[in-house]
């Protein structure tokens, strides 16, 4: 079917494993989840931890409406030692 895509698991490092913890993360996609839903309020919190490069994140979040309104929103944080 044109235009549509079935969703993948996106891999994310579980950090409760100490083995983990030694191990260099320099992945360039933090967090990826195809389902986040809002609350009553239009809110959500999500969860991830960070890579360990210290540089600027661009985080972008993307989403539908109900009625099938797009919305769209970026935010930068820096990442510091």
Same mark, same amino acid.
């Given at each position: 079917? /044109? $235009?549509?895509? @079935?969703?993948?698991? !996106?891999?994310?490092? &579980?950090? +409760?494993?100490?083995?983990?913890?030694? %191990?260099?993360?320099?992945?360039?996609? *933090?967090?990826?989840?195809?389902? @986040?839903?809002?609350?009553? =309020? #239009?809110? +959500? %919190? @999500?969860? !991830?931890?960070?890579?360990? =490069? /210290?540089?600027? /994140?661009? +985080?972008?979040?993307? $989403?539908?409406?109900? %009625? #099938? &309104?797009? $919305?769209? $929103?970026? *935010?930068?944080?820096? @990442?510091?030692?």
């Amino acid at each position: 079917m /044109i $235009g549509y895509a @079935v969703s993948r698991e !996106f891999y994310s490092p &579980q950090y +409760a494993n100490e083995s983990m913890t030694n %191990t260099p993360d320099y992945r360039a996609t *933090l967090y990826w989840n195809p389902s @986040v839903q809002t609350d009553a =309020n #239009g809110k +959500a %919190t @999500v969860t !991830f931890y960070n890579a360990d =490069n /210290i540089t600027t /994140i661009q +985080a972008v979040a993307e $989403g539908i409406s109900p %009625t #099938g &309104q797009p $919305g769209y $929103g970026t *935010l930068n944080y820096s @990442v510091k030692k």
